[in-house]
């Protein structure tokens, strides 16, 4: 399974953008769909999820501000980043969890660079 992130970039304080997250190849069924962030000299940290059911979850940090969604048929996870903060700066990763050949699998996209300036 690939998975391509993009819609990362540069944005001023209070700006927006939309990140997206593709997966493609042997995929029978998506469980869930989650993104993390990662900035720099800090650890992975989770950002909001979303479920084969809708279920949507999102981190203290973003509540109120980002907006997880998905495309079913194109098994497609977006994240729609209001209000973007200097603190929001890392690299987005999205992660899919997802039925295959073999029984449940994860992967990892590759990453896209958000940087926020003030």
């Known amino acids: 399974v690939q998975l391509q992130a993009s819609g990362g970039g540069l944005v001023q304080a209070g700006g927006s953008l939309r990140l997206s997250c593709a997966a493609s190849?042997?995929?029978?069924?998506?469980?869930?769909m989650t993104w993390y962030r990662q900035a720099p000299q800090k650890q992975r940290e989770y950002v909001a999820s979303i479920t084969s059911g809708d279920s949507t979850d999102y981190a203290d940090s973003v509540k109120g501000r980002f907006t997880v969604s998905r495309d079913t048929a194109k098994n497609t996870v977006y994240l729609q980043m209001n209000s973007l903060k200097p603190e929001d700066t890392a690299v987005y990763y999205c992660?899919?969890?997802?039925?295959?050949?073999?029984?449940?699998?994860?992967?990892w996209g590759q990453g896209t660079q958000v940087t926020v300036s003030s």
């Open positions: 190849g042997s995929i029978f069924s998506i469980i869930a």
């Open positions: 992660q899919v969890i997802y039925r295959t050949y073999g029984g449940t699998k994860s992967g």
